[in-house]
């Protein structure tokens, strides 16, 4: 007897078993089990989505003014929002915050919950490496003034603060946070003055947060943006407006090793006034920033810890507010800025932008809402729905009701019927639909492949397939005896 094959009758012997067919069965095709127990054989789904900017219709998060509204998916839950704004309760202003469900198109909100008064401005990050988790940062706008971090958990649609913890004692008029999308309990946060611009690691131990020494970035910063880059472990970008530069926009690359930060070259991105500065990373190594009263917008590739440029491209060439901007985090080199476009009405605006190299392109402008939006929106981009973003938003003029609309971009989604735990078996030949199938099992050998090779071990792929690489989901067949056999280890 020359291989293991030999030893091996056809069939594996009696590690077979017959199931009706659900379904066409290919002759060798991955096959599973089916609750009423049937068998189908595992194929692949493709799902397309039109752009559609609204999606929605809009819902209301919270009654009356609403200025300070900001959007966030959970990375870990599909269709969970967390929105932030600033609640008026007896002339005073309260930063609250609630959870929305989406579901296609529509969104419900929990009850809300208030974190603090008196603030300023805020920012959120959830950490992807922790479910539920996230980190809020705001300003302090009544002595003793500062800016404050805290833990965030979400439990269903109920949210949970740990106790604040102090990160500047000074007047602080921007600040921004981060998470480590590498490591958990890490996050990057960025703040300035009138005369600095610093940042500092924090570490979250259960609903506590310490903070390591500041590390000074520019020396009279204002509105600085911090991501980590996702492309690049322990690396993060800062990007701002430089007010001891004639407010030129600048960006730096910082490396971060344990709780420390160090700086490398600053890059001037706008040699005129950048106010209103913002920026998004992408999984890709680059960044966009948007920038400016009239609309620019621009792309920065890193290597190393250097910073080139592309040329400006303008999303509006007028003056505008309300601007955020996202990278869609799953198709590539696509995002979104969204604004008040003065160029009809104030209406809060959505433009797509697509990256070729370091050259962005925009598609036709699409209005989210016929109505104006008020200065500071939220914006993100769901990382478990292909193309599907969430924009929060002040309904202006009064009551500025706090609202959100779900919007989408055009998008393939696909799919499989194959789960982690589902997989039965391969079919002796090709059934029809209906027709009893005998099916080799765990322990069997399907003798009806091609093209194996010899001790290699092979996967089911999600369309049926097989592979020596895993797919998604990881669900190994078996291993090849010989060309055409398979030991199958099944279920």
């Given at each position: 007897?020359?291989?293991?094959?030999?030893?091996?009758?056809?069939?594996?012997?009696?590690?077979?078993?017959?199931?009706?067919?659900?379904?066409?069965?290919p002759n060798g095709q991955s096959v599973i089990l089916n609750a009423n127990g049937t068998i189908t054989a595992v194929a692949g789904t493709s799902t397309s989505f039109p752009q559609a900017i609204p999606k929605?219709?809009?819902?209301?998060?919270?009654?009356?003014?609403?200025?300070?509204?900001?959007?966030?998916?959970?990375?870990?839950?599909?269709?969970?929002?967390?929105?932030?704004?600033?609640?008026?309760?007896?002339?005073?202003?309260?930063?609250?915050?609630?959870?929305?469900?989406?579901?296609?198109?529509?969104?419900?909100?929990?009850?809300?919950?208030?974190?603090?008064?008196?603030?300023?401005?805020?920012?959120?990050?959830?950490?992807?490496?922790?479910?539920?988790?996230?980190?809020?940062?705001?300003?302090?706008?009544?002595?003793?003034?500062?800016?404050?971090?805290?833990?965030?958990?979400?439990?269903?649609?109920?949210?949970?603060?740990?106790?604040?913890?102090?990160?500047?004692?000074?007047?602080?008029?921007?600040?921004?946070?981060?998470?480590?999308?590498?490591?958990?309990?890490?996050?990057?946060?960025?703040?300035?003055?009138?005369?600095?611009?610093?940042?500092?690691?924090?570490?979250?131990?259960?609903?506590?947060?310490?903070?390591?020494?500041?590390?000074?970035?520019?020396?009279?910063?204002?509105?600085?943006?911090?991501?980590?880059?996702?492309?690049?472990?322990?690396?993060?970008?800062?990007?701002?407006?430089?007010?001891?530069?004639?407010?030129?926009?600048?960006?730096?690359?910082?490396?971060?090793?344990?709780?420390?930060?160090?700086?490398?070259?600053?890059?001037?991105?706008?040699?005129?006034?950048?106010?209103?500065?913002?920026?998004?990373?992408?999984?890709?190594?680059?960044?966009?920033?948007?920038?400016?009263?009239?609309?620019?917008?621009?792309?920065?590739?890193?290597?190393?810890?250097?910073?080139?440029?592309?040329?400006?491209?303008?999303?509006?060439?007028?003056?505008?507010?309300?601007?955020?901007?996202?990278?869609?985090?799953?198709?590539?080199?696509?995002?979104?800025?969204?604004?008040?476009?003065?160029?009809?009405?104030?209406?809060?605006?959505?433009?797509?932008?697509?990256?070729?190299?370091?050259?962005?392109?925009?598609?036709?402008?699409?209005?989210?809402?016929?109505?104006?939006?008020?200065?500071?929106?939220?914006?993100?981009?769901?990382?478990?729905?292909?193309?599907?973003?969430?924009?929060?938003?002040?309904?202006?003029?009064?009551?500025?009701?706090?609202?959100?609309?779900?919007?989408?971009?055009?998008?393939?989604?696909?799919?499989?019927?194959?789960?982690?735990?589902?997989?039965?078996?391969?079919?002796?030949?090709?059934?029809?639909?209906?027709?009893?199938?005998?099916?080799?099992?765990?322990?069997?050998?399907?003798?009806?492949?091609?093209?194996?090779?010899?001790?290699?071990?092979?996967?089911?792929?999600?369309?049926?397939?097989?592979?020596?690489?895993?797919?998604?989901?990881?669900?190994?067949?078996?291993?090849?005896?010989?060309?055409?056999?398979?030991?199958?280890?099944?279920?």
């Amino acid at each position: 007897m020359s291989n293991l094959s030999e030893l091996l009758p056809s069939g594996g012997g009696s590690k077979t078993a017959e199931f009706v067919a659900s379904g066409t069965l290919p002759n060798g095709q991955s096959v599973i089990l089916n609750a009423n127990g049937t068998i189908t054989a595992v194929a692949g789904t493709s799902t397309s989505f039109p752009q559609a900017i609204p999606k929605g219709s809009q819902t209301k998060f919270v009654d009356g003014e609403n200025t300070k509204a900001g959007a966030y998916f959970d990375p870990n839950v599909e269709g969970r929002l967390l929105i932030t704004y600033n609640a008026t309760s007896n002339d005073s202003y309260y930063l609250s915050a609630v959870i929305g469900t989406v579901s296609g198109s529509s969104i419900s909100f929990g009850t809300p919950t208030q974190i603090t008064e008196a603030f300023s401005n805020q920012d959120v990050s959830f950490d992807p490496n922790t479910s539920g988790q996230f980190i809020i940062s705001y300003t302090i706008s009544a002595s003793p003034y500062g800016a404050k971090v805290r833990v965030g958990t979400i439990s269903g649609t109920s949210i949970s603060f740990g106790a604040a913890t102090t990160a500047t004692t000074f007047e602080t008029t921007a600040l921004s946070v981060s998470c480590d999308p590498n490591t958990a309990n890490k996050f990057i946060l960025a703040v300035s003055s009138t005369s600095v611009g610093t940042a500092m690691i924090g570490t979250v131990s259960g609903t506590s947060i310490s903070l390591a020494s500041s590390a000074n970035f520019n020396g009279h910063t204002t509105t600085p943006v911090v991501r980590y880059n996702p492309a690049t472990a322990n690396q993060v970008i800062l990007s701002y407006v430089d007010n001891a530069n004639s407010q030129y926009g600048t960006s730096v690359i910082g490396t971060v090793s344990g709780n420390s930060i160090s700086y490398a070259t600053e890059y001037v991105y706008s040699s005129s006034s950048a106010l209103g500065t913002l920026m998004d990373a992408s999984k890709t190594g680059i960044f966009v920033v948007a920038f400016g009263d009239s609309g620019k917008s621009i792309i920065g590739t890193i290597s190393g810890t250097a910073i080139s440029y592309g040329s400006v491209a303008n999303f509006i060439s007028a003056s505008t507010q309300g601007i955020q901007v996202a990278f869609d985090p799953v198709t590539t080199n696509r995002f979104v800025v969204i604004y008040q476009d003065s160029q009809n009405s104030n209406y809060g605006t959505a433009r797509v932008g697509t990256v070729s190299g370091t050259t962005i392109s925009y598609a036709t402008k699409a209005a989210f809402v016929s109505g104006v939006t008020g200065s500071l929106v939220g914006l993100s981009f769901d990382p478990n729905a292909s193309g599907m973003f969430a924009v929060a938003y002040s309904d202006n003029p009064n009551p500025r009701d706090g609202k959100a609309v779900i919007s989408q971009l055009a998008a393939t989604v696909t799919g499989t019927n194959l789960t982690a735990t589902n997989f039965i078996g391969m079919p002796d030949k090709a059934y029809a639909s209906g027709a009893t199938a005998t099916v080799a099992l765990e322990g069997g050998v399907s003798t009806n492949q091609t093209s194996l090779t010899i001790g290699s071990t092979y996967y089911v792929q999600p369309t049926g397939s097989l592979a020596t690489s895993a797919g998604t989901p990881s669900v190994e067949a078996g291993k090849a005896i010989s060309a055409t056999s398979l030991l199958l280890k099944g279920i």
